[in-house]
């Protein structure tokens, strides 16, 4: 799936073209969630403002310790998900941030790129995105990565040996 980078806006810096990807959460494929793709957010973060809205309920959550997201000190509120983007759905546990640090989310390394293989092309300005397991059955390699044929192979060799 490409995508042409997208713009934010962010109430002390105006806006800016950023790599995005637009989330669906709770399968409310009607109104995605951008979010700017953020190879150092440690997971995926998105406004507190939009849970009710999402179906979260964060009445008996505990928050976590403070965290400083884009300058605005938030308390940050677990929840379990479901994500959609690039015609691939899973679960995730995502935390939900209050106050709002932006009017945006963040989809970071858990929850985000743990699911998603993420390719920015800054000249062309372009993301690409495409599910893991798919790039994986792509490019021949099993689910670590290494080349399926070595390792049949090896298994052919292994059973050839007992």
């Known amino acids: 799936m490409r995508v042409r980078r997208g713009q934010l806006l962010h109430a002390y810096r105006g806006a800016a073209v950023c790599p995005v990807v637009d ?13 700017l793709i953020d190879t150092g957010a440690p997971g995926v973060r998105l406004p507190g403002s939009v849970a009710a809205a999402l179906g979260v309920d964060l009445a008996d959550v505990d928050p976590g310790p403070p965290h400083v997201i884009g300058g605005t000190e938030t308390l940050l509120y677990d929840a379990d998900v479901s994500l959609a983007c690039a015609g691939v759905e899973w679960q995730a546990t995502v935390s939900f941030c209050t106050p709002d640090f932006a009017g945006f989310g963040l989809a970071g390394l858990r929850g985000f790129f743990d699911k998603i293989h993420v390719s920015v092309d800054g000249y062309l300005q372009l993301v690409e995105l495409e599910p893991h397991e798919d790039r994986l059955t792509r490019l021949g390699l099993d689910s670590t990565g290494h080349p399926q044929a070595e390792l049949d192979r090896l298994a052919d060799r292994v059973t050839a040996e007992s």
């Open 23 to 35: 989330l669906a959460i709770n399968g409310i494929d009607e109104a995605p969630l951008r979010c």
